[in-house]
């Protein structure tokens, strides 16, 4: 019983911090997130599919679903 009390609060516990951690201007937030959200990705470091350079994911070259670090690796011109 004690037990089944002691699991409870820390579900509630873990409940609400996730609560208090999402919600947190969760009406306003959901453009903030995906900014928040967009800066994370553009720190992802992705590699050139030809030339296996590292290349932030911001500034890499997406050509069909591959990740290139430049036009020229990308064979755009
Ligand atoms: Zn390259």
Redesign the pocket.
Do not use: F, L
């Given at each position: 019983m004690i037990f089944k009390i002691l699991v409870f609060g820390v579900v509630v516990f873990i409940v609400y911090t996730l609560f208090f951690k999402t919600s947190r201007g969760t009406v306003q937030n959901s453009a903030k997130t995906k900014k928040r959200k967009r800066d994370t990705d553009s720190d992802t470091m992705v590699e050139?599919a030809?030339?296996?350079?590292f290349v932030s994911e911001k500034e890499a070259i997406i050509k069909d679903g591959k990740f290139?670090?430049?036009k020229?690796?990308a064979g755009v011109k």
């Open positions: 050139c030809k030339c296996s350079v290139y670090c430049s020229e690796c």
